[in-house]
């Protein structure tokens, strides 16, 4: 059974790093792409960034240089370390994957993943 089980987030300042991770079970990280999603109050989900089986990356114009998708192995763990957050990276981040997808972009439509993790809140604010 696949199951993402997301930790990481919390409250930072403007200008501070936080890592958002996404431990999968089911299959390894590298079979299939993991993307990360957000959703801030009032907006619809969009694409951040996602990595494909072959390990290639994508991101949203929006996070590009700042963030950073990766994954371990060994620990079957997806991860998005986001530096020089902003006010406006305030949401909830999902990380999500499907198991016909080996490739991804950030502007695929988050209806074709069928596996979410459980969401955690990214609070940007002085």
């Known amino acids: 059974q696949v199951q993402l089980v997301q930790s990481g987030g919390g409250l930072v300042q403007p200008g501070g790093s936080l890592r958002l991770s996404c431990a999968v079970s089911?299959?390894?990280?590298?079979?299939?792409?993991i993307g990360w999603f957000r959703q801030a109050p009032g907006k619809e989900r969009e694409g951040v960034s996602c990595?494909?089986?072959?390990?290639?990356?994508d991101y949203a114009d929006a996070v590009k240089g700042r963030f950073t998708i990766s994954r371990d192995n060994a620990k079957n763990t997806v991860y998005l370390e986001m530096n020089n957050l902003k006010p406006e990276d305030t949401a909830i981040y999902s990380c999500?994957?499907?198991?016909?997808?080996?490739?991804?972009?950030?502007?695929?439509?988050?209806?074709?993943?069928?596996?979410w993790g459980q969401g955690t809140q990214v609070t940007v604010s002085s």
């Open positions: 999500a994957t499907d198991r016909f997808l080996t490739t991804c972009t950030v502007v695929a439509p988050p209806g074709i993943y069928d596996y």
């Open positions: 990595i494909r089986s072959d390990g290639n990356t």
């Open positions: 089911g299959f390894t990280v590298d079979s299939y792409a």
